[in-house]
Nanobody, 125 residues
């Protein structure tokens, strides 16, 4: 059974940094794309960043230049380094694993089949 467990969320002031982690199990981690999405209260779940099996990456325009996604296949973990945080980055952040092996970094939630429970990120102004 595939399990994804996020950690690293918290409260930070605007301009600060956080690193989120997502530990995966139950799948050959290195052969699947991984993605990060976020959902603010009253809003839809939005794409943040993704990394393919070949470590190609994709980012939402709103986080380009501030966030970095990377993976450590030896640890079955994907990370999201978030710098220069803004109050509008406040949301629950979810990691997800792609449906297909050898997949590219996709930005559509339907392309992901397993999701973590989420971790809260709150950025104060």
């Amino acid at each position: 059974q595939v399990q994804l467990v996020e950690s690293g969320g918290g409260l930070v002031q605007a301009g600060g940094s956080l690193r989120l982690s997502c530990a995966a199990s139950g799948r050959t981690f290195s052969t699947y794309a991984m993605g990060w999405f976020r959902q603010a209260p009253g809003k839809e779940r939005d794409f943040v960043a993704a990394i393919g099996w070949s470590v190609d990456t994709a980012y939402a325009n709103s986080v380009k230049g501030r966030f970095t996604i990377f993976r450590d296949n030896a640890k079955n973990t994907v990370y999201l380094q978030m710098n220069s945080l803004k109050p509008e980055d406040t949301a629950v952040y979810y990691c997800a694993t792609g449906r297909r092996r050898w997949g590219p970094p996709l930005s559509t939630a339907d392309e992901y089949d397993y999701w973590g429970q989420g971790t809260q990120v709150t950025v104060s102004s």
